[in-house]
């Protein structure tokens, strides 16, 4: 149905492109820039659903008996002698 250069992605990035610059188009304050502001603002939040990354970032910690340690305290023990290695 659709060739080698049809790419939805792009397209919408294009149609986002051309309603941005309609909007420049219209007088300041004018009703109809902003109905096109509000157009052109739904169809970029369109796109984001699909080229922002959705992963939120966690700092990953651990619970050793009642003591909390960090990330970086954890991995530091690890090589100490008497703990687990990937030898064991």
Not at 35 to 47: D, G, H, M, T
Not at 51 to 68: D, I, N, Q, R
Request: glycine share 6%; net charge negative.
């Amino acid at each position: 149905m659709y060739g080698d250069h049809f790419h939805p992605i792009m397209n919408i990035a294009a149609n986002c492109n051309e309603l941005q610059t309609k909007v420049n188009q219209y007088e300041e304050g004018s009703p109809e820039r902003i109905e096109a502001i509000k157009l052109a603002n739904a169809e970029w939040s369109r796109l984001s659903e699909y080229t922002e990354p959705k992963l939120k970032a966690v700092e990953l910690s651990g619970v050793v008996g009642l003591e909390e340690v960090s990330q970086e305290e954890f991995l530091d023990g690890l090589d100490e002698p008497g703990t687990l290695t990937e030898e064991d």
